[in-house]
């Protein structure tokens, strides 16, 4: 009975098999649509794009079509923090879709894609997600090198390896950055100031902070942080007794 049992099980499994995969390759565009929400609402980022995927694929002319163009563009960008492909995504809603609602939205997000990105990278900054705020700093300075934004996500790449990873190093090498392609930007001054403060108050290393404090004085004689620099020259070196303003703080 056993090996009957054996030899008939394979012949009532492949009918099911065959059922699920036709009932699966049959779903509506509104089942399809509804399945990527409930996979979405559940953390299951890559069914719910299969989901979406299907349906543009299988019914491109549907109504939900549009919306499952453009919600694949929003869950790489917002859920799986995938500038690249949700670009190309928010790419394929307009070309498909431009006249729908979802296609000029598209095309207005690809318009201020770098005041996205800037904006992301500050938000995943603030949650911790600091390997996901470079990278999307990175593809900032690489795919828009001449935006008017970009001087500010390079510095903003000095800022997180200096106060976050605390890699000075680093830091210094991305802040070089800005005086280097950035020169006559609002954040030249501040990268140069922050290269002899690390210099100064991190490594110790004053002859290093003196030549960068000097390039400042020598470039910037009317900043804001020109008060502050000249105070950091005076004192190069010297610890906290030995500075009139500061010494209260150890008595």
Known sequence: IFLRIMMILPQMILPLVILALFSGCSKSSSELFELSKVNLDNNKTDLAISSLEKLVKKHPKDSLAAKAQYKLASIHLSWKNDLKTGYIQLQKTVKEYGETIQGKQAQSEIDQFPDYIINKAESLRKRKML???VD?????????SSNELTPKAQYMLGDIYMNDFKDFTTAIQ???KVLSNYGGSLQEPHA?????????????????AEIEYKSFIEKFPNHE??????????FLGKSIEEIPALKHITT
């Open 131 to 133: 390997k996901e705020a």
């Open 225 to 234: 942080l020109y008060p502050s620099v000249k105070f950091e020259l005076e």
């Open 174 to 176: 991305e802040y070089r």
């Open 192 to 208: 140069l100031f922050m290269i002899g403060y690390i210099y100064a108050n991190v490594t110790n290393d004053t002859k290093n």
């Open 136 to 144: 999307h700093l990175m593809y900032m300075t690489n795919k828009y």
